[in-house]
């Protein structure tokens, strides 16, 4: 059984600038969440799917935007980085939408806007 | 609506001491809780949870924490830390209709020699 993967691990882009974050769930988890956590900061929900759908976001503007794939992988995009959207981008895979089930978070992607 | 605090950001220890990290939390509805770590430069780990039944819970490396429904709370306890322990703790409640995680500002352990 292969854990939450995400790719890239780091990346850097300038202002303006689109981004696109990959996330790989854990084997047999329908529901992916989408998580920014600033430096120092606790992490901020962006965004849910489950099975394909958005279940839920959080206070972010549209240019946050994702998918969900049939094999429940997932994308975040971002457009028009700004400065402020440098953070450690976390993706968290769990079995059903909410519920109270647990999530299990792949290492993130360290994004820099310059 | 829910909340979650955690009442101190830091917390400096000296090894072997005992710990007591501070999770308060508000909800009009039932909660699952959990306790998020993250060591340094690195992504969350889910350390212990409560959904039901006995509200002492227990991780595998000693950390404990007592669900408290009466005051809403559910501390994270560890008797003697160790210096690989220094991190950062996150106390997340599960509540509501969609059962989205609310996260706390976190916790800096600190474990010095």
């Known amino acids: 059984e292969t854990g939450v993967t995400q790719s890239p691990t780091h990346l850097i882009k300038t202002r303006g600038q689109q981004v696109t974050l990959r996330c790989s769930s854990q084997s047999g988890h329908n529901t992916v969440s989408w998580y920014q956590q600033a430096l120092g900061q606790g992490p901020q929900f962006i965004f849910q799917?489950?099975?394909?759908?958005?279940?839920g976001r959080g206070n972010f503007p549209p240019r946050f935007s994702g998918l969900q794939f049939p094999n429940y992988s997932s994308e975040l995009n971002v457009n028009a980085l700004e400065l402020d959207d440098s953070a450690l981008y976390l993706c968290?895979?769990?079995?059903?939408?909410?519920?109270?089930?647990?999530?299990?978070f792949g290492p993130g992607t360290r994004l820099t806007v310059l | 609506a829910q909340s979650v605090t955690q009442l101190d950001s830091q917390v400096p220890v000296f090894e072997e001491a005992p710990v007591e990290l501070r999770c308060n939390y508000s909800?009009?509805?039932?909660?699952?809780l959990f306790w998020y770590v993250q060591y340094p430069n690195q992504g969350l780990q889910l350390l212990l949870k409560?959904?039901?039944?006995s509200t002492l819970v227990e991780s595998i490396n000693g950390f404990e924490a007592e669900f408290n429904k009466s005051q809403t709370s559910f501390h994270l306890r560890k008797p003697s830390v160790h210096i690989s322990d220094t991190a950062e703790y996150f106390c997340?409640?599960?509540?509501?209709?969609?059962?989205?995680?609310?996260w706390g500002l976190g916790t800096s352990l600190a474990v010095n020699p």
């Open positions: 409560y959904l039901s039944g």
């Open positions: 968290a895979s769990s079995f059903k939408a909410g519920g109270g089930i647990e999530q299990f």
């Open positions: 799917y489950y099975r394909e759908e958005e279940n």
């Open positions: 909800s009009s509805v039932s909660v699952y």
């Open positions: 997340a409640p599960n509540a509501g209709n969609n059962r989205k995680l609310i």
